[in-house]
């Protein structure tokens, strides 16, 4: 069978979201097809630094450990956001919200402690995660990081990060990012923050898809509209759902051949607009490996089986490994 890191070695590394159960379950199909690997949640603020004096590295060190040991790169997720994070990072030791030089000094002790540790062994970081408003007119989404230390609390991370690692490639990563007005959002953000000389190499596009949404038309014009600015661009969390976002059926056990047919169609078109503007896309990330585990049997419909992926529960392809591998 055609190794997927093989197939798009000339164009782009292959990455898989993995997590200390998978790093195990799924570690014969990682080595063989992946060519870099992203931890799901363990180097996220939560899992890496839980209380203020204290920092849990094991499992990421792990992670990081056996991507060495079989040739894989390594993505870093995520340095700032505001989900997964400890209150205590936010509070003073009376619990009432902190001020932005206390803040602004927790952040940078932060992201200095976990960006040297991993200096020289990761390509990239999502410095910044999901700061962009979905809705209204607001560039920025109402966040602690927002409130307490201002709009420069972007800038800053990515300034802390790239003292802490300047090889490290500087990510912006956001979701509905092929949404036209999010993009137009996504967009201004990053332009701002190359104006103002800002070290940010590129922005991560999660690509949370489905058979569905969003149109090919509207992720064209997305990546066109990033690729202007002339930064890299990373597909970081790539997966393709079989269902339409609010669709509550859970009864399903099975994917049908329609599902598997026309996820196969979807994908082949993705890869094909990755491999247009290679020139700018370096890593396609998906998020996950095998359809035995995926964050999407949770979310956003509790229980609601789903197969996002190009390997079926056994590790075995799907149609949409052949589709994928037939645009190379
Ligand atoms: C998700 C993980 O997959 C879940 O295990 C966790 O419970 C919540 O976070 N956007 C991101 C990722 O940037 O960090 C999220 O990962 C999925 C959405």
């Given at each position: 069978m055609m190794r997927l890191r093989e197939a798009f070695k000339e164009q782009f590394l292959i990455g898989a979201a993995v997590n200390p159960v998978t790093l195990d379950s799924q570690r014969d199909l990682l080595i063989e097809h992946f060519n870099s690997v992203t931890a799901e949640n363990e180097m996220k603020f939560e899992r890496l630094h839980p209380t203020e004096d204290?920092?849990?590295?094991?499992?990421?060190?792990?992670?990081?450990?056996?991507?060495?040991?079989?040739?894989?790169?390594?993505?870093?997720?995520?340095?700032?956001?505001h989900n997964q994070t400890p209150t205590w990072v936010f509070e003073n030791e009376d619990g009432s919200q902190t001020d932005r030089v206390t803040l602004l000094a927790r952040m940078k002790s932060h992201i200095n402690t976990v960006v040297s540790r991993y200096r020289g062994e990761l390509y990239a970081w999502d410095v910044v995660n999901e700061a962009v408003s979905d809705s209204g007119s607001e560039l920025l989404r109402p966040s602690?990081?927002?409130?307490?230390?201002?709009?420069?609390?972007?800038?800053?991370?990515?300034?802390?990060?790239?003292?802490?690692?300047?090889?490290?490639?500087?990510f912006y990563n956001d979701y509905n990012e092929a949404d036209p007005v999010k993009s137009e959002k996504i967009y201004t953000l990053v332009k701002s923050l190359l104006e103002q000389g800002v070290p940010i190499h590129g922005i991560g596009l999660q690509a949370h898809w489905s058979l569905y949404h969003p149109s090919l038309d509207n992720i064209r014009v997305a990546i066109e509209k990033y690729a202007s600015l002339g930064v890299k661009l990373h597909i970081t969390e790539l997966d393709v759902s079989m269902f339409a976002f609010d669709d509550r059926r859970t009864d399903l056990t099975a994917p049908t051949e329609e599902m598997l047919a026309l996820q196969a169609e979807r994908y082949?078109?993705?890869?094909?607009?990755?491999?247009?503007?290679?020139?700018?896309?370096?890593?396609?990330?998906?998020?996950?490996?095998?359809?035995?585990?995926?964050?999407?049997?949770?979310?956003?419909?509790?229980?609601?089986?789903?197969?996002?992926?190009?390997?079926?529960?056994?590790?075995?392809?799907?149609?949409?490994?052949?589709?994928?591998?037939?645009?190379?």
């Open positions: 204290r920092y849990t590295f094991e499992a990421a060190d792990r992670m990081v450990a056996l991507a060495k040991a079989n040739g894989m790169g390594v993505r870093g997720h995520t340095l700032v956001w602690k990081w927002l409130d307490i230390i201002g709009e420069d609390f972007i800038a800053k991370a990515f300034e802390y990060a790239h003292e802490a690692d300047p090889e490290a490639l500087l082949g078109q993705f890869f094909r607009l990755f491999q247009e503007y290679s020139e700018y896309i370096t890593s396609v990330t998906f998020w996950g490996a095998a359809d035995d585990y995926t964050w999407l049997d949770h979310f956003p419909v509790r229980g609601r089986k789903n197969w996002p992926f190009l390997f079926d529960a056994k590790h075995q392809p799907k149609p949409s490994y052949s589709e994928v591998l037939k645009t190379v």
